[in-house]
Protein backbone atom coordinates (compact mmCIF):
# COMPACT_ATOMS: atom_id res chain seq x y z
CA UNK A 1 0.00 0.00 0.00
CA UNK A 2 1.36 3.58 -0.99
CA UNK A 3 2.52 5.61 2.41
CA UNK A 4 3.58 8.77 0.45
CA UNK A 5 4.37 9.83 -3.34
CA UNK A 6 6.99 13.00 -4.00
CA UNK A 7 6.87 13.99 -7.18
CA UNK A 8 9.29 16.78 -8.76
CA UNK A 9 9.41 18.14 -12.03
CA UNK A 10 13.61 18.39 -13.10
CA UNK A 11 13.11 19.67 -16.84
CA UNK A 12 10.83 21.39 -19.09
CA UNK A 13 11.27 22.31 -23.10
CA UNK A 14 8.09 22.40 -25.23
CA UNK A 15 7.81 18.87 -25.89
CA UNK A 16 8.13 16.77 -22.46
CA UNK A 17 8.49 17.14 -18.77
CA UNK A 18 10.79 15.21 -16.79
CA UNK A 19 9.78 14.17 -13.22
CA UNK A 20 11.66 13.51 -10.11
CA UNK A 21 9.21 10.69 -8.38
CA UNK A 22 9.62 8.88 -4.98
CA UNK A 23 7.22 6.66 -3.63
CA UNK A 24 7.10 4.70 -0.39
CA UNK A 25 5.08 1.31 0.23
CA UNK A 26 4.45 -0.63 3.46
CA UNK A 27 5.13 -3.72 1.64
CA UNK A 28 6.83 -5.52 -0.84
CA UNK A 29 5.64 -5.47 -4.63
CA UNK A 30 6.86 -6.33 -7.46
CA UNK A 31 7.79 -4.25 -9.89
CA UNK A 32 4.91 -3.78 -12.55
CA UNK A 33 2.61 -2.83 -9.36
CA UNK A 34 5.21 -0.42 -8.23
CA UNK A 35 5.50 0.94 -12.08
CA UNK A 36 1.31 1.18 -11.58
CA UNK A 37 1.09 3.16 -8.50
CA UNK A 38 3.61 5.72 -10.10
CA UNK A 39 1.26 6.06 -13.45
CA UNK A 40 -1.77 5.93 -11.14
CA UNK A 41 -0.27 8.54 -8.95
CA UNK A 42 0.97 11.00 -11.63
CA UNK A 43 -2.63 10.47 -13.18
CA UNK A 44 -4.53 11.84 -9.84
CA UNK A 45 -1.67 14.27 -8.82
CA UNK A 46 -0.73 15.81 -12.01
CA UNK A 47 -3.42 14.59 -14.78
CA UNK A 48 -1.52 12.56 -16.94
CA UNK A 49 -2.81 10.45 -19.62
CA UNK A 50 -0.87 7.32 -20.01
CA UNK A 51 -0.20 7.36 -23.98
CA UNK A 52 2.02 10.40 -22.56
CA UNK A 53 4.48 8.78 -20.27
CA UNK A 54 7.50 7.66 -22.41
CA UNK A 55 9.74 6.13 -20.13
CA UNK A 56 9.90 5.39 -16.51
CA UNK A 57 13.39 4.21 -15.56
CA UNK A 58 13.96 2.90 -12.19
CA UNK A 59 16.68 5.17 -9.97
CA UNK A 60 16.77 4.34 -6.52
CA UNK A 61 16.53 1.09 -4.63
CA UNK A 62 13.88 -0.59 -1.97
CA UNK A 63 16.15 0.59 0.99
CA UNK A 64 13.25 1.44 3.94
CA UNK A 65 10.36 0.88 1.06
CA UNK A 66 11.56 3.62 -1.00
CA UNK A 67 11.73 3.72 -4.34
CA UNK A 68 12.62 6.68 -6.67
CA UNK A 69 11.94 7.10 -10.95
CA UNK A 70 12.59 9.40 -13.81
CA UNK A 71 9.34 9.97 -15.65
CA UNK A 72 9.71 11.53 -19.06
CA UNK A 73 5.69 12.74 -19.96
CA UNK A 74 5.45 13.94 -23.44
CA UNK A 75 3.18 17.42 -23.48
CA UNK A 76 1.69 16.23 -26.81
CA UNK A 77 2.16 13.09 -28.82
CA UNK A 78 5.80 13.55 -29.99
CA UNK A 79 5.57 12.61 -33.57
CA UNK A 80 2.49 14.65 -34.27
CA UNK A 81 4.13 17.66 -33.04
CA UNK A 82 7.27 17.24 -34.77
CA UNK A 83 4.89 17.07 -37.85
CA UNK A 84 6.59 14.32 -40.21
CA UNK A 85 5.28 10.98 -39.00
CA UNK A 86 4.47 9.91 -42.26
CA UNK A 87 8.12 9.93 -42.92
CA UNK A 88 9.55 7.59 -40.41
CA UNK A 89 9.81 3.70 -40.54
CA UNK A 90 9.06 3.95 -44.67
CA UNK A 91 12.13 1.55 -45.16
CA UNK A 92 13.81 -1.16 -43.28
CA UNK A 93 17.21 -0.12 -43.48
CA UNK A 94 18.80 -0.42 -40.20
CA UNK A 95 20.09 3.36 -40.20
CA UNK A 96 17.68 6.44 -39.29
CA UNK A 97 16.89 8.73 -41.36
CA UNK A 98 16.45 12.15 -40.00
CA UNK A 99 13.05 12.41 -38.91
CA UNK A 100 13.61 9.27 -36.79
CA UNK A 101 16.95 10.42 -35.24
CA UNK A 102 15.24 13.26 -34.20
CA UNK A 103 11.92 11.62 -32.96
CA UNK A 104 14.69 9.03 -31.02
CA UNK A 105 16.66 12.21 -29.79
CA UNK A 106 13.36 13.11 -28.29
CA UNK A 107 12.31 10.36 -27.08
CA UNK A 108 15.27 9.16 -25.24
CA UNK A 109 16.19 12.52 -24.03
CA UNK A 110 20.10 11.25 -23.50
CA UNK A 111 22.02 13.84 -22.97
CA UNK A 112 25.34 12.41 -24.57
CA UNK A 113 23.90 10.96 -27.35
CA UNK A 114 22.30 11.46 -30.85
CA UNK A 115 20.86 8.94 -32.77
CA UNK A 116 21.93 11.10 -36.27
CA UNK A 117 23.70 8.10 -38.85
CA UNK A 118 23.11 5.56 -36.23
CA UNK A 119 22.84 1.74 -36.84
CA UNK A 120 19.84 0.67 -35.03
CA UNK A 121 18.20 -2.82 -34.29
CA UNK A 122 14.65 -3.32 -33.53
CA UNK A 123 13.56 -6.13 -31.01
CA UNK A 124 9.81 -6.89 -30.56
CA UNK A 125 8.25 -8.29 -28.16
CA UNK A 126 9.59 -9.11 -25.04
CA UNK A 127 12.92 -9.01 -26.49
CA UNK A 128 12.40 -12.31 -28.83
CA UNK A 129 11.39 -11.32 -31.53
CA UNK A 130 13.33 -10.00 -34.55
CA UNK A 131 12.07 -6.35 -35.86
CA UNK A 132 12.57 -3.65 -37.45
CA UNK A 133 11.89 0.53 -37.27
CA UNK A 134 8.84 -0.54 -39.76
CA UNK A 135 6.75 -2.35 -37.47
CA UNK A 136 8.10 -0.06 -34.79
CA UNK A 137 6.26 2.98 -36.12
CA UNK A 138 3.06 0.97 -37.42
CA UNK A 139 3.03 -0.29 -33.93
CA UNK A 140 3.32 3.55 -32.49
CA UNK A 141 1.01 4.67 -35.27
CA UNK A 142 -1.76 2.20 -33.71
CA UNK A 143 -0.72 2.88 -29.69
CA UNK A 144 0.50 6.37 -30.00
CA UNK A 145 2.93 5.10 -27.21
CA UNK A 146 5.37 2.07 -27.20
CA UNK A 147 7.10 0.99 -24.32
CA UNK A 148 10.25 0.83 -25.13
CA UNK A 149 14.25 0.78 -23.71
CA UNK A 150 17.29 1.66 -25.00
CA UNK A 151 21.03 -0.06 -25.59
CA UNK A 152 23.51 1.64 -26.16
CA UNK A 153 26.81 -0.13 -27.19
CA UNK A 154 30.64 0.99 -26.99
CA UNK A 155 33.32 0.19 -29.35
CA UNK A 156 33.62 -2.73 -28.47
CA UNK A 157 30.35 -3.64 -28.20
CA UNK A 158 29.45 -2.40 -31.39
CA UNK A 159 31.84 -4.57 -32.94
CA UNK A 160 30.67 -7.89 -31.81
CA UNK A 161 27.28 -6.56 -32.70
CA UNK A 162 28.25 -5.98 -36.24
CA UNK A 163 28.25 -2.78 -36.08
CA UNK A 164 25.17 -1.58 -34.35
CA UNK A 165 25.18 1.60 -31.92
CA UNK A 166 22.18 0.70 -30.27
CA UNK A 167 19.03 -1.45 -30.25
CA UNK A 168 15.59 -0.80 -29.23
CA UNK A 169 13.64 -3.28 -27.45
CA UNK A 170 9.98 -2.57 -27.25
CA UNK A 171 6.98 -4.06 -25.81
CA UNK A 172 9.11 -6.28 -22.73
CA UNK A 173 8.96 -5.99 -19.37
CA UNK A 174 12.34 -7.66 -19.05
CA UNK A 175 15.22 -5.99 -18.63
CA UNK A 176 17.97 -7.75 -20.82
CA UNK A 177 21.70 -7.18 -20.87
CA UNK A 178 23.98 -6.07 -23.64
CA UNK A 179 25.50 -9.78 -23.85
CA UNK A 180 21.94 -11.37 -24.44
CA UNK A 181 21.16 -8.70 -27.34
CA UNK A 182 24.47 -9.12 -29.12
CA UNK A 183 23.84 -12.92 -28.68
CA UNK A 184 20.82 -12.57 -30.44
CA UNK A 185 21.81 -10.45 -32.75
CA UNK A 186 24.66 -12.81 -33.99
CA UNK A 187 21.71 -15.45 -34.18
CA UNK A 188 20.16 -13.39 -36.80
Known amino acids: ?8 KSYEDSLVSVYSVRIRLDQQTNSDSRLNVVKTE ?5 QVQS ?3 LQIETLGSKK ?5 YRVIVAKKNIADTLGYFDKM ?11 EAEYFNLRFQLRDYGFTNKKVFFFGPG ?3 FSDKQRYFDEFARHTFIQSSLYVFDKF ?10 VIV ?4 KNHTKEDLIKRLKER
Not at 157 to 166: L, P, T, Y
Request: hydrophobic residues 35%; contains cysteine; charged residues 30%.
Open 170 to 173: YWSK
Open 51 to 53: DNI
Open 64 to 68: YGIYQ
Open 127 to 129: GLV
Open 1 to 8: MLKSFDCM
Open 89 to 99: GKDNSFFLNKH
Open 157 to 166: EKEKSGGFDA
Open 42 to 46: LKKHL
